[in-house]
């Protein structure tokens, strides 16, 4: 089996959470979480694999689709939903929503900016190398973001500097999928990484065993010769996206762990379920003899009430006062003239 054993019920455990808190946000829509928000259903593989692979001190840099990426580097969920909702009580005060997540304690920084995260890795990159850290920067991307004129500029930084920084781009729209539609004069993605001598692979990204070796070997490939490398995981779009604007469960319904072993017979989603990584975890672990139905199902009403109560939570949380308007803020606070 590529993914160790032991490692099988965390990363289900981490699947789980991300896709309850991804539902959740579904379902309270956008009178409750504020300004637009983007999910991860059909990524979690990517993110779980990848962030159960890092240790504590790595600093990790997401996107506007950074929910999913924090819960699985351990930022509490209740902090999330908290941040989520603009309470207070969220990883940033409150201040960033949806899109800008925040934990200084889980070296996690979420950015809104298209292809900001791989200027701050590998800055991050650089100031390990700069102090003969042995910490590597983990950069989260989509495929877009690769037509940006900032992207290529730090892939031929990283590359001439050999910094030691991952850049995980997440291809969610790749089948099919034409870069050219995107804007970029490539034939696949990882040809632009490569032209700036990083090490660069692919991988299909609904089977998280296929994720977990390719992730594991570039993790420990820039750990050890301190040079970046790019990971390109490739998913279909999960079809509750096709409305455009803040989704909703309209077209997918929660997710039903059942139907990883006892699939309908009338399945108007059977498409989406073949490809659902989370559905492929399901299997794994029932597979692997690790859990059985019962426990995978008990797994996922813990979850579910860890998600609930994290909602109560922050609905019945104070929004940020007014009066710590420039607290927390960079530009602000005691920095502020006064």
Known sequence: MAIPRDKLLPLLESMLLMRRVEEMCCELGPKEVFGNYHVYMGQEATGACVLSLIRPEDPVFTTHRCHAHCLARGIPVEDVMGELMLRETGASKGKGGTQHIMSLERRTVATSIVGGSTMMATGAALAAQVTDADWIAVAFLGDRSLAEGVVPEVFNLAGLWELPVLYVCENNNAVPYEPRRGNLNLAALTDL??????????VDAIDPEA????????????????????????TPAWPGREGGGNPTLAVTGATDLEVAWNPPAENPLEAWHRVDPLLRMVQLVLDADVASRDDVLSMDRVVQDRVAKATAVARNAAFPPAADAFAHVLAGGDLWPK
Not at 193 to 202: F, H, K, S
Request: net charge positive.
């Open 193 to 202: 990484p490569q032209t700036y001598g990083l090490a660069a692979t692919a």
């Open 211 to 234: 994720v977990y070796p390719v992730a594991a070997e570039l993790v420990e490939r820039v750990r050890r010769e301190r040079r970046p490398a790019f990971l390109e995981t490739r």
